[in-house]
């Protein structure tokens, strides 16, 4: 049986989809610095999916209070 590949990078709506969000959700929590800004590889853009796990643990839960102001906080 042939293996799935290892990915390390998603697009926009891919990287939507991986935290069960709307892409206009996610462009807004990235614009607003709660997710990662993307990488650049020639034309294309692409989420590190390292990033995107770790600032979506950074979330608070509901009904907690934020702990970090933004991604950059995290890193």
């Not at 290892?6 to 892409?23: D, K, N, P, Q, R």
């Not at 853009?45 to 209070?65: C, S």
């Amino acid at each position: 049986m042939p293996s799935l590949p290892v990915v390390f990078g998603l697009g926009e709506v891919e990287a939507a989809a991986a935290i069960g969000i709307s892409a206009s959700k996610f462009r807004a929590l990235v614009n607003d610095g709660r997710m990662p800004l993307p990488r650049r590889i020639d034309g294309r853009i692409v989420w590190d999916v390292d990033e995107l796990r770790a600032a979506f643990k950074a979330l608070p839960h509901d009904g907690e209070n934020e702990k970090a102001d933004s991604w950059a906080d995290v890193v």
